[in-house]
């Protein structure tokens, strides 16, 4: 229980935080475009938006698992995906900077309806419905990824794809087998 009320203070702390931080941040200066530049091939600036809008996805997911997971690991997780998240959102920022490309903004219709629906739930309804979604974003991820190293217009973006595909591909392991475990302890009585 002490654990438990510790992880989310810590969490909410780290949310306000990376709130304020945020806030704080320098406006994107006047030339950079609304969506990602014409420099990059279509197939790159559509891996790009992907890449930016699943972030934010898991982010805003991972936030919610603070406040909705019964099980500690789970929250532990979501706060781990919230650094990797924002490691992957830093370092894919500077590459569209150096291309004069900005994210897109928000999620997808897809994205907003799937993280509304997990987020409604609590307790051990949540930590099921999150590490499922988290398993499939990764699998979905990891697809990606792979294309995008192999056939990326961009060397850099080519380059980035296929090293953060090995991290990828190690928290996917992860999620799987924390999903397993949030599925044998639901189906156990407590």
Known sequence: MRATIWLRAFAMT??????????????ASPNMKSSVSA?????????LDRVFQTCTAQTELAEQAAQNARSNKVIEFGL?????????NYELE????????????GLSAQQRSAKDQIANLHGAEFDKAYMADVVSQYEDEIAEFKDAGLRAHN???QTWARKTLL????QLQEAIKLAAYVNS???TPS
Do not use: C, G, H, M
Request: glycine content about 0%.
């Open 155 to 157: 060397p850099e973006l």
């Open 185 to 187: 302890a639901q189906s």
């Open 94 to 105: 500077a590459i569209a900077e150096k291309e004069n490309v900005s994210p897109p903004q």
């Open 167 to 170: 991290i990828l591909e190690s």
């Open 80 to 88: 781990r995906q919230i650094q990797d998240s924002s490691k992957v």
């Open 14 to 27: 780290f949310f306000s935080a990376a709130a304020a931080f945020a806030q704080t941040a320098a406006p």
């Open 39 to 47: 420099v990059y091939a279509a197939p790159d600036r559509d891996f």
